[in-house]
């Protein structure tokens, strides 16, 4: 079982910048993938970004690209999310979630762990 803690949503004004975390527990594994998605209210939940735990590669949304960086200290079990430019569309809960397998992937439904969420609310 693996345990997923986000932090560092917030409320921030147009062109401001947040820093997620992902504090990740238990049976992890560093081979496998982890992923960055948010829900608005009343919408399905989006992928962000996804990224490998060995070997770094990473994948974004076209919504994000250029605004949004996914990293990952391995050795803290950390997943973050760094956003910068956010736009009131941006505003949302983001999800973080690991799967069991050593790649990215866009597809909520291949994610096996998944976090409580945070939310993030960017102001006009």
């Known amino acids: 079982q693996v345990h997923l803690v986000e932090s560092g949503g917030g409320l921030v004004q147009a062109g401001g910048s947040l820093r997620l975390a992902c504090a990740a527990s238990g049976r992890t594994f560093n081979s496998n993938g982890m992923g960055w998605f948010r829900q608005a209210p009343g919408k399905e939940r989006d992928f962000v970004a996804a990224?490998?735990?060995?070997?770094?590669?990473?994948m974004y949304a076209d919504s994000v690209k250029g605004r949004f960086t996914i990293s990952r200290d391995s050795a803290k079990n950390m997943v973050y999310l760094q956003m910068i430019s956010l736009k009131p569309e941006d505003t949302a809960v983001y999800y973080c979630?690991?799967?069991?397998?050593?790649?990215?992937?866009?597809?909520?439904?291949?994610?096996?762990?998944w976090g409580q969420g945070t939310q993030v609310t960017v102001s006009s």
């Open positions: 990224i490998t735990w060995s070997s770094g590669i990473t």
């Open positions: 979630a690991a799967r069991k397998f050593a790649s990215v992937s866009g597809l909520s439904r291949n994610y096996d762990y």
